[in-house]
């Protein structure tokens, strides 16, 4: 399958920092999701990116589908207690995603 | 709104047993997934349902069927498992193929 590189593996910040997570791919994609899981749960939707330089933001989360279009970042502004859990990248190629092995992010109050 | 529905939450089971993981969506999407995820690897695909009526082999399929029994519903079944399919499985839907994913809950599942 595709290998989606995703860094930083683990991140440790203060609360109210901002934080930045970024997925690479040698393939390229049509269409990069971001999701977000807490323990002992799904994956969760945050932002949907669907052509190369788009730049869209879901409240504090800014994501951007970059644009040799291998490549995607995930910003978090401000962050608070609750953004704590893992964050996975997919991209899409054909009809099929795959996905990155997510940024754990601990939010220190 | 429940979205995707995945039952078990939990299983334990012995090697050489059966079952059938469910997994139901009440978004009328067409197409429905299963995906296990493993330490320090990416959600892997086992098979996928692009619309009611089909069924095709992902990434990962060696060891499980699947069934979409209609268009809300699509059942993970492992016929004879093994300790390598310990895993959390999560099932995930979308209006059709190559569109954002919605995943349940998961299953956690271990086999001993």
């Known amino acids: 399958g595709q290998q989606l590189n995703q860094s930083p593996q683990s991140m440790f910040i203060q609360e109210g920092e901002d934080v930045s997570m970024n997925c690479t791919s040698s393939?390229?994609?049509?269409?990069w999701l971001w999701y977000k899981q807490d323990p002992g749960e799904g994956p969760v939707l945050l932002i949907a990116?669907?052509?190369?330089?788009e730049l869209t933001s879901n409240g504090r989360l800014t994501a951007q589908f970059g644009i040799t279009r291998k490549d995607s970042f995930l910003n978090i502004s401000a962050s608070i207690p609750s953004d704590v859990g893992i964050y996975f990248c997919?991209?899409?190629?054909?009809?099929?995603?795959?996905f990155g092995t997510g940024t754990s992010l601990t939010v220190i109050p | 709104n429940a979205g995707v529905t995945q039952t078990p939450k939990f299983q334990v089971l012995k090697t050489g047993q059966s079952m059938t993981l469910q997994c139901a969506q009440d978004?009328?999407?067409?197409?429905m997934y299963w995906y296990r995820q493993d330490p320090g690897m990416g959600l892997r695909l086992i098979y996928y349902?692009?619309?009611?009526?089909?069924?095709d082999k992902g990434e990962v399929p060696n060891g499980y069927n699947v069934s979409r029994l209609n268009k809300r519903e699509f059942s993970l079944r492992l016929e004879s498992a093994a300790p390598s399919q310990t895993s959390v499985y999560f099932c995930?839907?979308?209006?059709?193929?190559?569109?954002?994913?919605?995943f349940g809950s998961g299953t956690q599942l271990s086999v001993l």
């Open positions: 393939s390229i994609f049509n269409t």
């Open positions: 349902s692009a619309s009611e009526g089909t069924t």
């Open positions: 995930a839907s979308s209006i059709g193929q190559g569109e954002k994913l919605f």
């Open positions: 997919a991209g899409r190629t054909g009809n099929q995603f795959y």
């Open positions: 978004m009328n999407h067409n197409s």
């Open positions: 990116l669907y052509k190369a330089g």
